[in-house]
């Protein structure tokens, strides 16, 4: 019985997971403006409408953000964690403790989308520099408004970009903080999806 157990909770965590990372592309995608008509994105929509588009219909967008998308990651995140909670035979803790253990898994899952789709950027930059696959336009459009800024600060270095190693310290440097934060709330880096 034990091993229907981990099955079961290895099958329904990797459900979860996999809607959460939809779900936060979709958004993530949406929030940067990224083609609507790529075929990554039209798949992120299909796959996700189902639950998206009823949420929208109670849930405005604000300031040009899905809100109705990140809400659903949000509420993904906090039922992987009642799901793995339960699973391991530990009680919950309260909702609003709950909730800061949902918001701290998916700030750690977005630094972790960035995370590998700049380690993705550099090593197709060195493999296929010109490319056009739907992918790597998709991960520009998705890492050009966290470098633009980087690039910025740094002066020209004859057509060398080291602005992607400011950006993996921030990235390390907020994973940091993330990691202290849980500990500092009693959360198991295992029970967040992100962290």
Do not use: C, K
Not at 74 to 93: D, F, H, K, R, T
Not at 110 to 126: E, G, V
Not at 134 to 141: E, H, I, R, S, V
Not at 167 to 179: D, M, S
């Amino acid at each position: 019985m034990n091993a229907l157990n981990e099955i079961i909770g290895y099958l329904a965590e990797t459900a979860l997971n996999l809607a959460l990372v939809a779900v936060l592309l979709r958004f993530l995608l949406q929030a940067v403006r990224a083609d609507f008509y790529n075929p990554i994105s039209q798949f992120l929509a299909r796959i996700t409408n189902p639950l998206v588009l009823p949420l929208r219909r109670v849930i405005p967008s604000i300031a040009g953000l899905d809100t109705a998308s990140l809400l659903l990651a949000l509420l993904i995140q906090v039922l992987a964690i009642v799901v793995l909670l339960l699973l391991n035979g530990l009680g919950l803790p309260n909702p609003f403790r709950l909730l800061g253990w949902g918001v701290l898994g998916l700030a750690g899952l977005l630094l972790n989308i960035y995370f590998f789709a700049l380690l993705a950027m550099i090593i197709l930059s060195w493999v296929a520099p010109q490319s056009r696959h739907p992918a790597l336009l998709l991960l520009f459009q998705l890492t050009e408004p966290v470098m633009a800024p980087f690039r910025r600060l740094l002066p020209n270095m004859g057509g060398l970009d080291f602005s992607p190693i400011l950006v993996f310290i921030l990235i390390n440097v907020l994973q940091i903080v993330l990691r202290n934060m849980a500990a500092a709330t009693g959360l198991h880096p295992a029970l967040v999806i992100g962290l």
